[in-house]
C-alpha cells in the first residue's frame, strides 16, 4: 500500500514528536502510544536522548550531574560539537537497540524527540558557539527518516510556565533561548518539508486532549491507507 508521498507503510509505522522543552512532547508520546493500545495495536513508547548508555550520559551532561575538569582546577561543560556527536550516536544506537527491534516485531514505535531535535538545538545560529547545522545534518544521515513527524508548535511563554511548574530547568530553558530555538525549529521544520518529509505541525496552545486527538487521527490515517 503506498501514501500520497508515495512510499510504502505495510510496515508499523516510525514516528516522531518534537518541541521546545515544556510544548508537551512526552505527553503526546504517552498519550498516542496509549491510544494506539486502546485500539488493538503494537506500539511502544521511547525518547531521545535514549535510556541507553550513551543517552544516560547525555542526560546527565546537560542537567549538570556529570561535568569534566577544567585547567584551572574547577569543573566545565562538555563541549559542543562533542554534545552533537553524542546525540548522533545515541540515534544510531537508539535505533539499532530499540526501534528497529521493536518495529521489526510488528510494533509501531513512537519516540519523543528525534534528529529534528539535533537540527534546532545544535544547529542553532543564535548560540554563542553556532555550529554549521550541515555538519549536524551529515552526522545524523544514517539515521531512518520517520514515517511522520509531529511538530508541537507552542507559544514560548507556555513553555517556560510548564517548566515552571516542573521545577526542572536545564541549560536550554530560558526565554531568550526557548525564543531562538522555536525560530530555528521552524526553519528546520520547514526545510525538511520542502524535502519531502511527513511533517504535521499542530498548534500546541491548546488543551492537550485536542492535540491527542489530532495526532491519533493522523496516525490512524496512515495506518489504514
Ligand atoms: P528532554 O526530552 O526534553 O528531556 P527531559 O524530559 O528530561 O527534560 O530532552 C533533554 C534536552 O535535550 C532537551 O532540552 C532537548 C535536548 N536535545 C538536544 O539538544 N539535541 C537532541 O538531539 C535531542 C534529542 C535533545
Known amino acids: 500500500m503506498t501514501t500520497s508521498r508515495g512510499d510504502d507503510i505495510d510496515t508499523p509505522l516510525f514516528i516522531a514528536i518534537e518541541g521546545l522543552d515544556g510544548s508537551g512532547s512526552t505527553t503526546q508520546t504517552d498519550q498516542?502510544?496509549?491510544?494506539?493500545?486502546?485500539?488493538?495495536?503494537?506500539a511502544v513508547a521511547t525518547r531521545e536522548p535514549s535510556d541507553g548508555p550513551i543517552g544516560s550520559l547525555i542526560r546527565q551532561m546537560l542537567s549538570g550531574r556529570l561535568v569534566q575538569p577544567a585547567p584551572d582546577g574547577?569543573?566545565?561543560?562538555?563541549?559542543?560539537?562533542?554534545?552533537?556527536?553524542?546525540f548522533a550516536a545515541d540515534r544510531l544506537d537508539h535505533l539499532e537497540s530499540a526501534v528497529k527491534?521493536?518495529?521489526t516485531a510488528g510494533r509501531h514505535v513512537v519516540t519523543d524527540r528525534y534528529y529534528?531535535?539535533?537540527?534546532?538545538?545544535q544547529g542553532d545560529p543564535g548560540d554563542e558557539q553556532p555550529l554549521d547545522l550541515q555538519w549536524v545534518r551529515t552526522l545524523n544521515e544514517r539515521a531512518r527518516t520517520p514515517d511522520v513527524t509531529f511538530f508541537l508548535e507552542a507559544d514560548v511563554d507556555l513553555c517556560l510556565d510548564r517548566l515552571a511548574e516542573r521545577g526542572s530547568r536545564d541549560i536550554y530553558?530560558?526565554?531568550?533561548?526557548?525564543?531562538?530555538?522555536?525560530?530555528?525549529?521552524?526553519q528546520v521544520i520547514?526545510?525538511?518539508?520542502?524535502?519531502?518529509?511527513?511533517?504535521?505541525?499542530l498548534d500546541a496552545d491548546r488543551p492537550r486532549g485536542a492535540i491527542t486527538d489530532e495526532i491519533v487521527e493522523t496516525t490512524m490515517d496512515l495506518i489504514g491507507s
Open 32 to 42: 498516542l502510544v496509549s491510544r494506539l493500545r486502546e485500539d488493538g495495536l503494537a
Open 74 to 86: 574547577g569543573t566545565t561543560h562538555v563541549g559542543r560539537e562533542t554534545l552533537a556527536l553524542l
Open 101 to 103: 527491534p521493536a518495529l
Open 116 to 121: 529534528h531535535s539535533s537540527y534546532a538545538y
Open 173 to 186: 530553558e530560558n526565554r531568550e533561548r526557548l525564543t531562538e530555538l522555536r525560530d530555528q525549529y521552524l
Open 190 to 201: 520547514d526545510t525538511l518539508d520542502e524535502e519531502g518529509e511527513r511533517i504535521v505541525r
